[in-house]
């Protein structure tokens, strides 16, 4: 009877992730973004289409890419940006030189984070979810952070279930019917995932509905315009798609 302590804590664990999910599902549902407002159905700029599809490191990475086709700043493929004309022509601009510091050079994936978290990605963040069209950054977390608990639900109950194989009588095979028990939190795990992907999936992207539709609507026709809907996989420069893929050693704290 020693696998009866594992069923019931997978059991436990299997409810309260999936009672989690289901109550921030609601939540989010009743936050959901209000009706467009006027003008909110306007072409997007590029970096509201940038925020949109990818987030606050989207709008940083056009606006490099957008300075380095200016030859504002240069971005190496060895993963350094380095100022050349250190006068910024928007608020972009200034935060990404901002983020590069006095020193006029810092690698691009320390750029990149400082950046995005940076006052201007923030007010356009804003604006975005207060028209609609973006989806609240704590309502993103907590469907994220529900789905991930049920994930790890899901596998503490086929770890659990391996478990207790090892522990039942040699006289039982692993398909006896005390092991049929583990199969009941595991359908419900998986289910409230299969479900989660059609319900919940509208809150675990930067868009919202609204927001979704628009970028459907837009067609790159410049670099860009692609770099702000597709990332930075869509340049056709390896050399800058490299500078803007590989983090540098000292972005990730090693001096």
Do not use: N
């Not at 609507?217 to 410049?222: A, F, H, I, V, Y």
Request: aromatic letters at 4%; hydrophobic letters at 50%; one cysteine or more.
């Amino acid at each position: 009877m020693l696998w009866v302590p594992l069923l019931l804590v997978t059991w436990v664990a299997a409810a309260l992730s999936c009672v989690r999910l289901c109550l921030t599902a609601v939540a989010a549902a009743d936050h959901r973004p209000g009706p467009e407002k006027p003008g909110s159905t306007a072409e997007l700029t590029l970096h509201e289409a940038a925020f949109l599809a990818g987030g606050p490191q989207r709008v940083a990475e056009l606006t490099l890419v957008s300075m380095h086709r200016r030859q504002r700043v240069l971005l190496a493929h060895t993963g350094w940006a380095t100022v050349v004309r250190p006068d910024g022509g928007d608020e972009w601009e200034r935060s990404v030189l901002g983020a590069i510091g006095p020193e006029g050079q810092s690698p691009i994936a320390a750029v990149r984070a400082g950046a995005s978290a940076d006052q201007p990605v923030r007010s356009l963040a804003d604006r975005l979810v207060d028209s609609g069209l973006a989806v609240a950054a704590d309502t993103r977390a907590a469907v994220l952070g529900a789905l991930r608990a049920v994930r790890a639900s899901t596998a503490l109950t086929v770890a659990l279930a391996a478990a207790a194989v090892l522990l039942l009588p040699e006289a039982h095979t692993p398909g006896a019917p005390e092991l049929a028990w583990f199969g009941l939190p595991l359908v419900l795990t998986t289910g409230c995932l299969v479900i989660a992907r059609f319900e919940c999936r509208p809150y675990t992207g930067w868009a919202s509905p609204a927001g979704q539709r628009l970028l459907r609507r837009l067609s790159p026709r410049d670099p860009l315009s692609a770099v702000a809907v597709g990332g930075v996989g869509t340049l056709d420069d390896p050399a800058l798609r490299a500078a803007l893929s590989t983090p540098h050693p000292r972005a990730l704290g090693i001096r």
